[in-house]
């Protein structure tokens, strides 16, 4: 296989439970592509302040914990795994305590700067020829300039609905965390909207196959199918 110098890059923008990540993930590797997770690093840092017992709301205090944040994606069979200083935090950081103060860490602007950075590292040297980046600024901070650009919505109430069958069957406080989440996200980026060029993927009426699709589909369109004379579908 012939790999470019740059990789082609798929940036996927979107509110939480719309499918990122999951999507995202199927995509990347059908499309034998790199996948990178943009929120598991903010939740990485998130899972750092509650383990250092910072208060969140202490902008400094999260500030001061970037120097010695030391965050690091190893590749595995089954998904990757997240260290963040030596410990694999890869199932810590969904945990509810987790998703509940990440919107903190995440809205002080030094820590999206340096993020950003070490997402841009990511992504020029990712050994693939392309790779599928999700989060809610990569269309429009972190790789405006990538070959395919992509929202991925879902009305509200579905997205709640996918979130509550693989966390809780309380929906009523699956519901109340989304949309709280949202909206301190949506203070702070906007991706709720889709930016000029940017292509949106509506996936409420869409099964998760389907919507694996609509995104391949998008990249072969945009770049090429290499498979195209090979007979794939
Ligand atoms: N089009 C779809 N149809 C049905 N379920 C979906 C679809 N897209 C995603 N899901 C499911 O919804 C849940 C939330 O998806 P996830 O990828 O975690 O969203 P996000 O990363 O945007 O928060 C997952 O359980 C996923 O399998
Ligand atoms: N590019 C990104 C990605 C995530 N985030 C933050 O990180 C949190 C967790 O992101 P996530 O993608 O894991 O969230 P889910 O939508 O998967 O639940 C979000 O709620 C945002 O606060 C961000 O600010 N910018």
Same mark, same amino acid.
């Given at each position: 296989m012939t790999t470019t110098a740059s990789p *082609? =890059?798929? @940036?996927?923008? #979107?509110?939480?439970? +719309?499918?990122?990540?999951?999507?995202?993930?199927? %995509?990347? $590797? &059908?499309?034998?592509?790199?996948?990178?997770?943009?929120?598991?690093?903010?939740?990485?840092?998130?899972?750092?302040?509650?383990?250092?017992?910072?208060?969140?709301?202490?902008?400094?205090?999260?500030?001061?914990?970037?120097?010695?944040?030391?965050?690091? *994606? =190893?590749? @595995?069979?089954? #998904?990757?795994?997240? +260290?963040?200083?030596?410990?694999?935090?890869?199932? %810590?950081? $969904? &945990?509810?305590?987790?998703?509940?103060?990440?919107?903190?860490?995440?809205?002080?602007?030094?820590?999206?700067?340096?993020?950003?950075?070490?997402?841009?590292?990511?992504?020029?040297?990712t050994p693939s020829p392309g790779?599928?980046?999700?989060?809610?600024?990569?269309?429009?901070?972190?790789?405006?300039?990538?070959?395919?650009?992509?929202?991925?919505?879902?009305?509200?109430?579905? $997205?709640?609905?996918?979130?509550?069958?693989?966390?809780?069957?309380?929906?009523?406080?699956?519901?109340?965390?989304?949309?709280?989440?949202?909206?301190?996200?949506?203070?702070?980026?906007?991706?709720?909207?889709?930016?000029?060029?940017?292509?949106?993927?509506?996936?409420?009426?869409?099964?998760?196959?389907?919507?694996?699709?609509?995104?391949?589909?998008?990249?072969?369109?945009?770049?090429?199918?290499?498979?195209?004379?090979?007979?794939?579908?």
């Amino acid at each position: 296989m012939t790999t470019t110098a740059s990789p *082609v =890059v798929v @940036a996927v923008d #979107g509110p939480a439970g +719309s499918g990122k990540s999951s999507v995202s993930r199927a %995509a990347a $590797r &059908e499309l034998g592509y790199d996948f990178l997770d943009t929120g598991a690093a903010y939740r990485g840092l998130a899972w750092h302040a509650l383990d250092a017992g910072i208060d969140l709301d202490d902008a400094d205090a999260v500030r001061g914990l970037l120097a010695a944040f030391d965050y690091r *994606v =190893v590749p @595995a069979p089954g #998904g990757a795994h997240v +260290s963040v200083g030596g410990n694999d935090v890869t199932e %810590a950081i $969904r &945990e509810p305590r987790v998703t509940a103060v990440v919107s903190s860490v995440a809205r002080v602007p030094e820590v999206r700067v340096a993020l950003n950075d070490v997402f841009r590292r990511l992504i020029r040297e990712t050994p693939s020829p392309g790779i599928v980046v999700e989060g809610r600024d990569i269309t429009t901070v972190v790789a405006p300039d990538a070959q395919v650009r992509i929202l991925l919505t879902a009305d509200e109430e579905v $997205r709640i609905a996918r979130r509550a069958a693989e966390l809780t069957p309380d929906q009523a406080a699956t519901a109340r965390q989304l949309a709280e989440r949202d909206k301190a996200d949506a203070k702070v980026v906007d991706f709720l909207t889709a930016a000029d060029g940017v292509t949106t993927l509506d996936s409420t009426h869409l099964n998760f196959a389907e919507t694996i699709q609509a995104v391949v589909d998008l990249v072969h369109d945009t770049v090429g199918d290499p498979t195209e004379d090979g007979g794939a579908l």
